[in-house]
């Protein structure tokens, strides 16, 4: 198989990118065709409906687990046929996206939870009456949607550090990561592959948020971010050879402002 064309979302990193797509949000993205293949005439009479589903290929993966741990719920290990996970034999993603228009060999799409530069293999519409079933059960999920339902379990506040960190982010480099922060954080703030949180060796609990850092502490409900700091070290940064590492240049300017955010 070859892929058909690329989506140009914008989200560089997979904790940009929902495990599912947010319909609330107004946000735009694009699927390009690949040029000088006929397939701006397979868009014939697409353009009528709503929706469409997108077979992808989870092209950042390159091996697969039979058990997997996923980001939602509890910290338990599922088969992986049960889970969204990426972490699959044959890497296939298929998501469901609102389709807004069709400009040449361009479809413009509503929310989507994929990265910038995923390859598409395969396009087809979507139908209410065979491809909804609301009435269907979730399995585990049921579960874990019925506890998601619930208020979170912990309040998240920032440090006066913290706080002029993401603030410098938002305003000089318009870099906000801080609603997706505060979700995970609020929810269950314990250690978790998935979810990119850890302890490290000194005791610090940190969050991976895409191509940031962040540290914070727990104590009687309140989850207290700490510092913001860059995922890269400074000869990352600068090193030719690792050229494409999200938010570069804001990360070498955060290390000028508080060269103490090295990090470990």
């Known amino acids: 198989m070859e892929p058909i ?3 140009r979302t914008g989200k560089r990193v997979k904790f940009h990118a929902l495990h599912q797509p947010e319909e609330t949000r107004s946000e735009e993205n694009i699927l390009e065709l690949i040029p000088n293949r006929r397939l701006e005439a397979g868009l014939r ?3 009528g409906f709503s929706r469409i589903w997108l077979l992808w290929w989870f092209h950042r993966n390159t091996t697969w687990r039979p058990s997997v741990l996923p980001p939602r719920g509890p910290a338990k290990r ?3 046929f049960a889970t969204r996970s990426p ?7 298929l998501t469901p996206v609102q389709l807004t228009a069709i400009r040449g060999r361009c ?4 929310p989507c939870d994929l990265v910038d530069g995923t390859p598409v293999f395969d396009i087809k519409p979507y139908i209410p009456a065979y491809d909804s079933f609301p009435d269907a059960s979730a399995g585990w999920l049921d579960e874990v949607e019925t506890g998601l339902r619930q208020p979170p379990a912990f309040a998240v506040h920032f440090a006066p550090l ?3 960190q993401v603030a410098w982010l938002r305003r000089t480099w318009s870099i906000d990561f801080t609603e997706r922060l505060t979700e995970l954080l609020s929810r269950d703030p314990s250690p978790h592959r998935s979810r990119r949180i850890r302890k490290r060796v000194t005791g610090v609990l940190e969050i991976g948020c895409g191509a940031w850092r962040a540290t ?6 309140i989850v207290t971010v700490q510092t913001i700091e860059p995922a890269y070290p400074r000869r990352f940064l600068v090193d030719p050879a690792r050229a494409g590492i999200a938010d570069c240049d804001a990360q070498l300017a955060f290390l000028e402002q508080w060269p103490e955010s090295a990090g470990p």
């Open 216 to 221: 914070f502490e727990v104590l009687a409900g």
């Open 162 to 164: 913290a706080s002029t």
């Open 78 to 80: 599922r088969g992986v």
């Open 107 to 110: 479809l413009h799409l509503g």
């Open 87 to 93: 972490h699959r034999p044959n890497p296939l993603g």
């Open 5 to 7: 064309g690329f989506v």
């Open 45 to 47: 009479d697409l353009a």
